[in-house]
């Protein structure tokens, strides 16, 4: 195995841009200028990413973004509580810091069958989960064949196809679901609207550096930024409440992440679809190709998360997951965030294992401590809920059932749509 550390910069941004040095005082202005406009200009954006390495411009971002954050999204921040439903975790890709792809002979290899995908969402129903989140490797299909052989068993061609069946159970059983799924075609997710209140792919990142052998999407087709860009655009097109995000520290520079940010703008502005941001940071895992990278610390995510939401604006959904920087809530709740994102009393985060999710009463106790209101929300989020046109009839008569009159996932007590 290649240890990565060379080829993979340390996740902090260094001064290495063509941008000219800020003061402070330089900051300040631009930073003021996004809070009162709604808008942080590319070029804005591009110099405070450059230097969000300097502690005290990090300081002006992290205040503009808070102030921002209070403009569109008052003292509110929600949370989903779900089930986290890894399908299959065969995946036809191979990225540097991933644990969750496994191949069919790896004993931990595993596709759920119906049946468990029912029993799982009948526990997390007793335990008041109401989205049920489907996580899985992207087209294992192209690369197996012996999942191929088994997709021909169950009458199917496609993993998506077995997803939809399972999104099917998950629904007729009283959930939500939100896909996760890797790149798929407009016809796929045509199918899965049917029964999906919302889907997502992270855009990671759009560096195509990244691509490039030793790097850590070298072995992934599926990371090739243009065609995650393309299935936004598609996922658009089709009116799906969709769910992208940043992924920090993967060997990308400032200027990528800050490019990355503005790609999923465009889109979000081109569409309206976009319905929240994720600004999830690397954690490096032993056993992997990048387990010796260094991570971001946590004063710098806590700076991304905030030029996260100067970028998106006040109305954006910023999420950062609390389970990854678990000791310092307090700070990225005075990044901007507006969201913790899914966290479930019933299973582990399959993507980060070894990153525990917080109990929802100490996510209740902190957020409220910083002076910040903690709500439950559902797959999607109420200024899309208010749009018909985002859900197929049946998906939004079942989601605005699990609603309250705000648009928020109404008290556990009052929860019990028919099975
Ligand atoms: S990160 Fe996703 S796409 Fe990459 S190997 Fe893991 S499961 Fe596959």
């Not at 064949?145 to 077995?162: C, I, M, P």
């Not at 999906?196 to 990371?223: C, F, I, Q, W």
């Not at 109305?315 to 990854?324: D, H, M, Y």
Request: glycine share 8%; hydrophobic share 40%; proline share 7%.
């Amino acid at each position: 195995m290649v240890p990565f550390r060379n080829a993979f910069p340390r996740g902090s941004v260094s001064p290495s841009s063509q941008q000219p040095i800020l003061s402070r005082i330089e900051a300040e202005s631009l930073v003021k200028e996004a809070v009162e406009s709604g808008v942080l200009e590319r070029v804005a954006g591009d110099r405070l990413g450059a230097q969000l390495y300097d502690p005290l411009v990090r300081e002006a971002v992290l205040e503009g973004a808070f102030e921002s954050k209070r403009r569109g999204k008052g003292d509110v921040v929600s949370v989903s509580r779900n089930v986290f439903l890894p399908l299959t975790n065969l995946c036809r890709d191979r990225c540097g810091y991933c644990t969750f792809a496994k191949q069919p002979d790896d004993p931990a290899a595993k596709t759920y069958t119906l049946e468990e995908v029912a029993d799982a969402v009948r526990g997390a129903r007793r335990a008041g989960c109401v989205e049920a989140l489907f996580c899985l490797g992207d087209k294992p299909e192209k690369a197996y064949k012996s999942h191929r052989d088994w997709l021909t068993t169950q009458g199917l061609t496609a993993t998506s196809e077995y997803l939809v069946e399972a999104c099917r159970v998950a629904f007729e059983l009283g959930m939500l679901p939100h896909s996760n799924a890797g790149i798929l075609t407009v016809e796929q997710m045509q199918a899965l609207k049917r029964w999906n209140v919302s889907m997502g792919l992270m855009l990671e990142t759009t560096s195509t550096r990244l691509r490039r052998r030793g790097m850590a999407h070298y072995v992934a087709p599926d990371k090739e930024p243009e065609v995650r860009l393309r299935m936004h655009r598609e996922a658009g097109e089709l009116a799906i409440p969709f769910t992208s995000g940043l992924l920090l520290g993967i060997g990308e520079n400032a200027a990528e992440r800050v490019d990355t940010l503005y790609a999923i703008r465009e889109v979000a502005d081109a569409y309206g679809h976009i319905q929240e941001v994720i600004v999830q940071p690397f954690h490096p895992k032993l056993g992997t190709p990048m387990q010796f990278v260094d991570p971001l610390d946590d004063a710098e995510i806590a700076g991304w998360v905030a030029l996260a939401r100067l970028v998106m604006g006040p109305g954006a959904n910023v999420q950062a997951p609390p389970n990854l920087a678990p000791e310092v809530l307090e700070l990225l709740l005075r990044s901007g965030l507006n969201d913790w994102g899914g966290v479930s009393p019933v299973t582990v985060d399959f993507i980060n294992p070894e990153a525990p999710w917080p109990e929802l009463r100490e996510l209740r106790d902190r957020t409220e401590a910083a002076g910040q209101k903690l709500v439950e929300r559902l797959p999607a989020y109420p200024e899309h809920l208010a749009q018909p046109k985002f859900f197929h009839p049946q998906v939004l008569e079942a989601t605005l059932g699990l609603a309250d009159a705000d648009g928020w996932a109404k008290p556990v007590a009052e929860k019990g749509r028919a099975a």
